[in-house]
């Protein structure tokens, strides 16, 4: 997983350590960098963000690239999906 990481362009996430616990962070936008990031790389009339802490402990916000993939094989329904076969009738259970 060596992918090159897309760094967006006009965001900026910072956390406060004096604020309070319900506030996770603040994202800020540079507006004309953040539009030519977003019209730059949307997809379907979409942008995703990942907010990532970096091994510094500084965070920053990435383009989320993950695409799923199609499968194009059919496939069998898992032995746990199968229908169980009716239980054989046993004559000396006592109940």
């Given at each position: 997983m060596s992918e090159e990481k897309t760094f967006a362009d006009g965001f900026v996430f910072k956390r406060n350590p004096n604020a309070p616990q319900f506030v996770v962070g603040r994202l800020s936008l540079?507006?004309?960098d953040a539009v030519a990031f977003i019209q730059d790389n949307q997809k379907n009339g979409w942008v995703n963000l990942d907010?990532?802490?970096?091994?510094?402990?500084?965070?920053?916000?990435?383009?989320d690239t993950f695409e799923k993939q199609a499968s194009?094989?059919?496939?069998?329904?898992?032995?746990?999906?199968?229908?169980?076969?009716p239980a054989e009738e046993d004559d000396d259970v006592p109940f």
């Open positions: 540079k507006v004309e907010i990532k802490q970096a091994r510094s402990g500084n965070y920053y916000v990435e383009l194009n094989e059919t496939s069998a329904p898992s032995p746990s999906k199968k229908a169980a076969a």
